[in-house]
T-cell receptor, first 113, second 115 residues
Framework: ETGVTQTPRHLVMGMTNKKSLKCEQHLGHNAMYWYKQSAKKPLELMFVYSLEERVENNSVPSRFSPECPNSSHLFLHLHTLQPEDSALYLC????????????FGQGTRLTVV | AQSVTQPDIHITVSEGASLELRCNYSYGATPYLFWYVQSPGQGLQLLLKYFSGDTLVQGIKGFEAEFKRSQSSFNLRKPSVHWSDAAEYFCAVGPFAGSARQLTFGSGTQLTVLP
């Protein structure tokens, strides 16, 4: 148990569906992250929220939409996904965005059919 | 820009044998270095970290890593591997300060442990 909880653990969705991934951290951290982990690729940072400021990776398609209502909760809203979006989506948190380690949730295994 | 290279995609060792996983980084300033482990279907767990000071750092599960600035390396070692160590291992470099705002991960090394 790392103090970062992701739900659901597994999700299967059609390309026309809308779903959301949820992440909650109980560590009192000030930064939260979404990473995408695809087979045989390095971890890809998608979004960073730091003290409720969003920093995004410009290569992330608009069909992924993050939301961070407070420093403990982070969502990833999904709509009209493609099969190549199937991956393990990892949430992480850290005390700050620099000079510190990140703590990861167990991930949501997403399959787009 | 920071980058991390893990030259070995897959390593196989026998249980009880020693282990060394290689990591080379590129970073323009003082790096923060990490090793994470990921079991199948799980998130990443921090094994150890190097921020400053003693270049040999001890981590959980009997792992250690040595920072060598001259070689830009941060190799992970364990003197005697257990079957439960089979997993994927990721080296990462993080920003000391500034606007980088992210950990950069290597591609990972998959460890198989033979009985």
């Amino acid at each position: 148990e790392t103090g970062v909880t992701q739900t659901p653990r597994h999700l299967v969705m059609g390309m026309t569906n809308k779903k959301s991934l949820k992440c909650e951290q109980h560590l009192g951290h000030n930064a939260m992250y979404w990473y995408k982990q695809s087979a045989k690729k390095p971890l890809e940072l998608m979004f960073v929220y730091s003290l409720e400021e969003r920093v995004e990776n410009n290569s992330v398609p608009s069909r992924f939409s993050p939301e961070c209502p407070n420093s403990s909760h982070l969502f990833l809203h999904l709509h009209t996904l493609q099969p190549e979006d199937s991956a393990l989506y990892l949430c992480a948190s850290s005390q700050r965005t620099a000079n510190t380690e990140a703590f990861f949730g167990q991930g949501t295994r997403l399959t787009v059919v | 820009a920071q980058s991390v290279t893990q030259p070995d995609i897959h390593i196989t060792v026998s249980e009880g044998a020693s282990l060394e996983l290689r990591c080379n980084y590129s970073y323009g300033a003082t790096p923060y270095l990490f090793w994470y482990v990921q079991s199948p279907g799980q998130g990443l767990q921090l094994l150890l970290k190097y921020f400053s000071g003693d270049t040999l750092v001890q981590g959980i599960k009997g792992f250690e890593a040595e920072f060598k600035r001259s070689q830009s390396s941060f190799n992970l070692r364990k003197p005697s591997v257990h079957w439960s160590d089979a997993a994927e291992y990721f080296c990462a470099v993080g920003p000391f300060a500034g606007s980088a705002r992210q950990l950069t991960f290597g591609s990972g090394t998959q460890l198989t442990v033979l009985p």
